[in-house]
């Protein structure tokens, strides 16, 4: 769900991260440009008045024959410059000629004939001010002292030919008030953007709040747990749209559904178990009786026939185990947890087995670390247990094989190991062992691992199975381990003693 929410607040801040960033560009751009055109909107207009002053006068002519001789001209048409540099607050009024000579500068140490490099800088635009005599603006320019400047040009006209022309320059002040008006956008640009953030979080977490809700109530739905509601719809319905309250609602009619179904099929199992042990029950009796008679009959065929009604009873026997099978998987078993001694519960199952083992031609073997304590409930336990060893016992084909039974701490978790080293199984198959009725026997109802399984997770614990064909296979309990509880004396309880069949 990170990456929903991460997606969904990238949606929201990086376009607007990009929108704010180009608008403060454009509007920079812009702002700059119209304040440059100001300027030379202004430069020019005051460079055209005195040039249209000056021509076609006694100005003009004496600007066309000026010499270094002509010292008080030069020094009139100075002071006339800067009291108009005065007046209108520009930096620097001049006139050049053709050759980008000096003629009159309101600089003190621009000498008369010096070359201003600058003005050759903007040829273009001077060039035009001479051939054509149009009012020109010359491109910003940096000073040594780093400021921005800007210079407007106007030819001086003498009896029709431009004899000179004037410069009028003023420093770009305005990008003073340029970098304040950038800086206010910048700040206006953050804090939207910070806006934008906060709201797209808050959006995000509104909007994947349900969703993650909805994540969840489908991780427990897989993980088998159909108690716990979808959602708490006083806490998160109000956040919801129209479109996650349909599919949190159909979620939740999906639970129920499957709630249903399951206590139906709980109900038809425990049914078919209840009607099937009736008929069983009455033919184990009758079996009884028919074996009673046979064994006070005489006949060639009398001992034929009890054989036959030991395999009767062999199948009945086999049939009870299965409708227990399907008893125990339908029923919806409570676990209290005790804190008990392992060895005392593996000494109780091994005498369960004993007798299974000894049957299939193979030895159990204990190996339990010292006072090893288990917290768990004895009777479910012992039967997952008793399920396993007694599958470990008929996997050993050779004669003499041993089933061993370890338990160890680990942390706060116990491990208990069911090692035997029959004939394995496929690794594809592993993963289908715990599936329900599925099994690799030719008589199995398939739940007994699944119903091991299904008690060992109750628990909270994991199942776990490793198996190599012609290798053996390791069954690993993974059980929690709770100190808090009060240990118990733990004794043997009749339930210990009752041999409960494989179940496939």
């Known amino acids: 769900m990170r990456s929903l929410r991460a997606r969904l607040n990238t949606a929201f801040v990086v376009p607007t991260a990009i929108i704010v960033i180009v608008l403060v560009a454009v509007a920079y751009v812009a702002a700059r440009q119209g304040l440059e055109d100001e300027l030379a909107k202004r430069l020019s207009e005051v460079a055209q008045v005195l040039a249209v002053d000056m021509s076609e006068g006694i100005d003009a002519s004496q600007i ?4 270094e001789s002509m010292g008080r001209v030069r020094g009139r048409l100075q002071q006339r410059l800067r009291d108009v540099s005065a007046a209108t607050e520009v930096q620097r009024i001049f006139i050049f000629d053709e050759q980008s000579r000096s003629l009159v500068d309101t600089e003190e140490d621009a000498a008369f004939g010096e070359i201003l490099y600058r003005v050759r800088g903007d040829r273009r635009e001077v060039q035009r001010a001479f051939s054509q005599g149009v009012v020109t603006s010359g491109p910003l320019f940096q ?17 029709g030919e431009t004899v000179a022309v004037i410069g009028v320059e003023a420093s770009a002040t305005y990008f003073d008030l340029l970098t304040r008006f950038t800086t206010v956008l910048t700040l206006l640009g953050t804090l939207g953007v910070l806006v934008v953030i906060g709201s797209g979080i808050w959006f995000s977490r509104l909007l994947v709040r349900p969703v993650d809700a909805l994540v969840k109530a489908a991780g427990r739905l897989a993980e088998g747990d159909l108690q716990t509601p979808v959602a708490d719809s006083a806490q998160q319905r109000w956040a919801n749209t129209e479109e996650l309250d349909f599919l949190m609602d159909s979620f939740e009619e999906m639970r129920l559904s499957i709630v249903e179904r399951d206590r139906q099929m709980q109900m038809m199992l425990a049914g ?9 029950g009455g033919m184990e009796l009758f079996c009884g009786l028919l074996k009673e008679d ?28 299965v409708v227990e099978s399907f008893l125990n998987f339908a029923r919806s078993e409570e676990i209290s947890v005790k804190r008990i001694d392992g060895s005392d519960l593996i000494d109780e199952i091994f005498e369960v087995v004993d007798a299974e083992a000894v049957s299939c031609r193979c030895e159990l073997k204990k190996e339990v670390e010292p006072d090893l304590e288990l917290t768990v409930d004895p ?11 007694r599958n470990a016992c008929q996997a050993s084909i050779d004669e003499g094989e ?66 190599r064909q012609g290798e053996g296979t390791t069954v690993r309990f993974v059980l929690p381990f709770d100190e808090s509880i009060e240990k118990k ?16």
């Not at 066309?64 to 010499?67: A, E, H, K, M, N």
């Not at 178990?273 to 008929?279: G, L, Q, S, T």
């Not at 046979?294 to 009870?320: F, N, P, S, T």
């Not at 009777?379 to 060893?389: F, K, L, S, Y």
């Open 64 to 67: 066309s024959r000026l010499d």
């Open 143 to 159: 000073s040594e002292d780093g400021e921005f400047h800007k210079t407007a040009y106007a030819p001086i006209v003498y009896e």
């Open 272 to 280: 078919i178990a209840h009607e099937v042990r009736n008929p069983l």
């Open 294 to 321: 046979l064994q006070h009959a005489e006949g060639a065929q009398r001992d034929k026939q009890i054989e036959m009604v030991d395999r009767i009873e062999r199948e009945i026997d086999y049939l009870e185990r």
């Open 379 to 389: 009777g479910p336990m012992r039967r997952a247990m008793i399920n396993v060893i």
């Open 402 to 467: 041993v089933v061993v039974v370890r338990c160890m701490a680990k942390k706060d978790q116990r491990i208990v190991e069911v090692v035997d080293r029959g004939c394995g199984i496929d690794q594809e198959k592993v993963e289908d062992l715990c599936k329900p009725f599925y099994t690799t026997r030719e008589k199995g109802s398939g739940l007994g691992l699944a119903l091991t399984r299904q008690i060992v997770e109750d628990h909270g614990g994991t199942l776990e199975i490793e198996s």
């Open 489 to 504: 004396s733990h004794q043997s309880t009749p339930e210990a003693a009752v041999p409960e069949g494989w179940l496939g």
